[in-house]
């Protein structure tokens, strides 16, 4: 029983969010472009402030260890190139194909991801999952670039896809934290204080929006594909790939960053770069990230759950 309250007590607060958001949106509060225009704010200031202030503020010996970037660099990528592989044998709709294999191998790594470890270990140091999110980060935006224009008929264009990962606001929070880290320059004391009171709203505020932001039109049409690409996302990458990492010793808030990495649902941004790439079916990737949000609060509470009775939690 206290395992079972311990889990309500960390899923609840973040999904109570996201029913804020919604609710927000039906009373009239919140609409589709306000929620867009914030989901922009979030992503270009809110997360990165946050993320540049845990990198900031961490303690070097509690860095995240090699040995997870390496998992998370290595598994996100044989997730995606298995994705390549067998998503376009399941969808032969190109556009809905590229679309898929980014809805299931992405998920909300920052955002909800912050969340959920500030609700499993209050007052910790978050910089294991910050420092992750310097690897996580380009690896989602790089080969999300690469499945999109592949399967939308085009060439990639390297390039542009370097631009991409080099432009990535969350990219350029992590490489400037990483470097006054390490380098051992600090702000001037008004700034840091201001950056830290920006960085505290980050996730409250990314999770109303994103309650906000959600909508269930138009669900029919991508019946089979949205059912393959949630239940991927929410069940078969976490079954794959959580036990490897148990095995392999990771625990605590290691552990809990792979969790995230893995089991957390598709996140806004994956729709907003299907809307922004040709040919790829941008409504099935809002349906994803909609779905995928809405049920991930089972699949988190009964993964949360299972991994906190056997006390690797």
């Known amino acids: 029983m206290a395992t079972l309250i311990t889990t309500l007590n960390i899923v609840l607060p973040i999904f109570l969010l996201i029913v804020l958001g919604l609710l927000l949106r039906l009373a009239g509060v919140l609409d589709q472009d306000g929620c867009a225009k914030m989901n922009s704010f979030c992503f270009r200031v809110l997360v990165p402030a946050m993320i540049f202030y845990n990198i900031y503020t961490a303690d070097t010996e509690s860095l995240a260890s090699p040995r997870l970037l390496l998992f998370c660099l290595f598994s996100v990528t044989a997730a995606f190139g298995v994705l390549m592989l067998v998503v376009p044998r399941l969808e ?37 999952i910050a420092i992750a999110s310097t690897v996580v980060a380009p690896l989602f935006n790089a080969y999300s670039v690469v499945a999109l224009e592949v399967f939308s008929q085009k060439r990639p264009d390297l390039k542009k896809i370097a631009l991409d990962v080099v432009r990535n606001p969350l990219i350029i929070a992590s490489g400037l934290a990483l470097l006054m880290l390490l380098s051992g320059i600090r702000l001037p004391a008004a700034v840091e204080s ?7 709203t980050a996730t409250t505020i990314s999770l109303i929006v994103l309650g906000g932001g959600l909508t269930f039109a138009g669900m029919g049409s991508y019946r089979r594909a949205l059912a393959v690409a949630v239940v991927c996302k929410l069940f078969v990458l976490p079954a794959l790939f959580l036990p490897v990492a148990v095995w392999m010793g990771f625990r605590e808030m290691e552990l809990l960053c792979l969790l995230i990495l893995f089991a957390s649902p598709s996140p806004v941004t994956a729709s907003i770069m299907a809307r922004n790439t040709p040919g790829a079916d941008w409504q099935l990737a809002g349906q994803i990230v909609v779905f995928s949000t809405t049920l991930s609060v089972v699949s988190l509470f009964c993964v949360i759950y299972t991994l906190l009775r056997m006390g690797l939690l």
Request: hydrophobic fraction near 40%; aromatic fraction near 6%; proline fraction near 2%.
């Open 92 to 128: 032969k709709d190109r556009g809905r194909a590229g679309v898929m294999v980014q809805g299931i191998f992405r998920s909300s790594f920052v955002v909800l991801g912050m969340g959920l470890a500030t609700s499993m270990y209050p007052g910790q140091d978050m910089s294991i």
């Open 194 to 200: 201001t950056i830290h009171s920006i960085s505290g």
